[in-house]
């Protein structure tokens, strides 16, 4: 696939270099010029352009920036993926270390829907749950033992299909998370969070998440 990822962070820079590993064509962008991106360029083979160049025809956008910066990004950005293309985020709201306080999440907003929103298309929510060094390292084949489940949320159909297909890939087992507007089930905090669980125990922590937002998750004001 043709893959665009904006952000080339821990996260951003993990996933370019893993999918480039599975034969991936990867476009990586960061908030600066393509050529800052010009080690992580010649170590995997990836193309650096602007941000607003990565979704352009792409079969699949994957959005991994701090979530205060997400209404930095251009309007429109991830437009020109080609029809249908899934786009993936990956973010968290961490209000009190990073990112602010931000009143429609925190009046009870998932935070893949309010990501959504702002790019203007729909999403999927995954990877926002595992720790770049486990991404990067942890993945193992199919049947594997204590292979880590990943939960995806977002809306059923085609695109969810490539998105189960790209999480196994990278040697995790794909979980549905249900639609994002229970996406706030796999939110920092919830109990499938930084868990390394199985299917079985991902789902019932899935199940089993509380509909109040942990307090060290909430903004101090
Ligand atoms: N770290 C983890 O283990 C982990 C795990 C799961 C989920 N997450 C979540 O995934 C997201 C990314 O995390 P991270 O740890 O990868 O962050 P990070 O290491 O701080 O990297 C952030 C990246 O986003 C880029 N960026 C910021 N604003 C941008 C903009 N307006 N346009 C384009 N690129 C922009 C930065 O570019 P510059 O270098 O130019 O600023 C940088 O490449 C966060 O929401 C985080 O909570 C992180």
Do not use: C
């Amino acid at each position: 696939m043709r893959i665009g990822i904006i952000g080339a962070g821990a996260i951003g820079g993990t996933l370019t270099r893993r999918l480039r590993e599975l034969g991936h064509e990867v476009r990586v962008a960061n908030s600066r010029a393509p050529e800052t991106l010009a080690d992580l360029a010649a170590e995997t083979g990836a193309t650096p352009l602007w941000a607003a160049e990565v979704a352009k025809d792409a079969d699949l956008v994957i959005v991994s920036i701090p979530q205060k910066n997400v209404p930095d990004l251009a309007s429109g950005i991830v437009d020109a993926r080609k029809p249908d293309a899934p786009v993936i985020e990956t973010n968290n709201y961490y209000p009190q270390q990073r990112d602010g306080y931000i009143e429609a999440i925190e009046q009870g907003q998932p935070e893949s829907a309010w990501v959504a929103e702002h790019l203007g298309a729909p999403v999927f929510k995954v990877f926002n749950g595992i720790f770049w060094k486990r991404l990067l390292a942890d993945g193992k084949p199919r049947g594997s033992a204590g292979r880590i489940a990943l939960p995806i949320a977002g809306a059923d159909g085609a695109g969810k299909k490539i998105v189960f297909d790209l999480v196994e890939d990278l040697g995790f087992d794909a979980v549905d998370g249900g639609t994002i507007e229970e996406s706030w089930r796999q939110q920092p905090g919830t109990p499938v969070y930084g868990k390394d669980y199985g299917p079985e125990d991902a789902r019932r922590a899935l199940a089993e998440a509380p509909t109040e937002r942990p307090a060290e998750f909430r903004a101090e004001r």
